[in-house]
């Protein structure tokens, strides 16, 4: 009697346990009707008939996926090894399970060629300096392939370029060379102002013999102040002029008398 009884029972819970399904908040599920799409179902509690509908469950969280690391030859013929991190996650869960089949390997395949495809575009400077536009360049192309698979997605982060050791020393003699450069440049532009500020104060100090006699005597106080043997003899420009004149008077005198010879 008991049996006759039980083995309904146990049939009624088994078919419960089956049809009876909840979903938390971040799920959704997608119903079929005998194989035929039926509706986007969640969350909370669901009901399903066994054998007639099926249900597949899609997770809408963000999904943080490591894209492995790929070789990458870059425009200018360097080789590196690349690898990033991509953020995703499912905004139409319809399309993530008819149009795609495993939605979650197809954009980590879809996310290794972008990355090989857009970096061989670029040299290697521009993937060391420039890597916010390539990150941005890298999700604008995921995100418009995968949008067909009701994927958007979020972010895209390059994490680490691999170069090798001869690469590396390259990039440090150029990295000197460059900052030789700049040194040079910075060196000659100071000279430049330096010299023009030279001629603006040797074009005061001609237009006044008090200013340049001043400078002569501050020049004579600087080399005083200094702990060194040397002699300084004090010339006023007054007796150097004075000479000068003596020097060009003779010729001056030869050309006037010469003049009058031939008069």
């Not at 049939?11 to 119903?31: D, S």
């Not at 249900?55 to 809408?60: A, P, T, W, Y």
């Not at 390997?105 to 290697?124: I, M």
């Amino acid at each position: 009697m008991m049996v006759t009884y039980l083995v309904p029972l146990v049939l009624v819970v088994m078919f419960l346990a089956a049809a009876i399904r909840i979903l938390p908040e971040y799920k959704r599920g997608v119903v079929f009707f005998l194989g035929r799409f039926q509706s986007v179902k969640g969350p909370g509690l669901i009901i399903i008939i066994p054998g007639i509908q099926k249900m597949d469950v899609v997770d809408l969280r963000v999904i943080t996926m490591d894209v492995p690391e790929q070789d990458v030859i870059s425009q200018d013929n360097v080789t590196v090894k690349v690898n990033a991190v991509l953020y995703f996650r499912v905004v139409d869960p319809e399309k993530a399970i008819i149009q795609v089949e495993h939605y979650v390997n197809a954009t980590s395949q879809l996310a290794q060629t972008t990355l090989r495809s857009v970096l061989g575009k670029h040299d290697l400077d521009e993937m060391l300096s420039e890597r916010d536009k390539l990150n941005d360049d890298i999700q604008e192309i995921i995100d418009a392939s995968a949008e067909g698979w009701g994927i958007k997605v979020a972010n895209v982060e390059i994490k680490h370029v691999d170069l090798d050791e001869s690469m590396i020393r390259a990039i440090a003699r150029q990295a000197e060379a460059e900052r030789e450069r700049r040194a040079k440049v910075i060196h000659a532009e100071g000279e430049l102002q330096a010299s023009k500020k030279l001629v603006e104060a040797a074009n005061i100090m001609s237009e006044n013999s008090a200013a340049l006699q001043l400078r002569y005597l501050q020049t004579m106080n600087d080399m005083s102040n200094k702990n060194a043997s040397t002699i300084v003899v004090p010339l006023p420009i007054d007796l150097v002029e004075a000479f000068r004149e003596m020097k060009a008077s003779p010729a001056a005198r030869a050309r006037t008398g010469g003049g009058d010879d031939a008069s």
